[in-house]
């Protein structure tokens, strides 16, 4: 797994709205990473023990960093995943306990509801910028934040 698509995946889909990391350094010392949510910068930086102020950085300019000061990767990359996983087991559990609230049907409409406003959206955005935007536009491929899938035997 990229430590990218970690990071990138954390900024985009993680429910907490601060993460504190402590990493290892392969000379022995520590990185403090933090992750903050609505912050100008969402990633900051600076070595353990030190009275140094901490480092804003974007997630390019993190792993740069991280690079340039030897931290153990395979740490890192242990420590975000476990993060990526809670969070995905957290949403888990948030499905299934709306889906035990609304039902099937209820979460089906809901997700049916979000993709049609979502598409409403785009075609209003598209439609309000000049033509030629609006043909490159509808030409280039959109990647979505998030898509749902409903499992194939759920109606819908």
């Known amino acids: 797994m990229s430590l990218t698509r970690l990071l990138r995946f954390i900024e985009t889909y993680s429910f907490d709205h601060q993460i504190y990391l402590c990493i290892r350094r392969m000379d022995g010392g520590e990185e403090e990473i933090m992750f903050r949510r609505g912050q100008r910068s969402t990633w900051t930086i600076r070595s353990r023990g030190l009275d140094l102020p901490w480092l804003e950085r974007d997630v390019d300019g993190l ?8 931290v153990d990767t ?8 476990s993060l990526v996983m809670m969070n995905i087991v957290h949403a888990e559990e948030m499905r299934r306990e709306a889906t035990e609230m609304f039902g099937p049907g209820g979460i089906a409409s809901a997700v049916h509801q979000f993709e049609q406003m979502t598409e409403r959206l785009k075609d209003a955005i598209t439609s309000a910028i000049s033509p030629e935007q609006a043909t490159k536009a509808k030409a280039s491929p959109v990647r979505p934040l998030l898509r749902l899938v409903r499992p194939k035997d759920e109606p819908g």
Do not use: Q
């Open 74 to 81: 395979a740490h890192l990359e242990r420590e975000l995943l």
């Open 63 to 70: 792993l740069e960093m991280l690079a340039a000061r030897d």
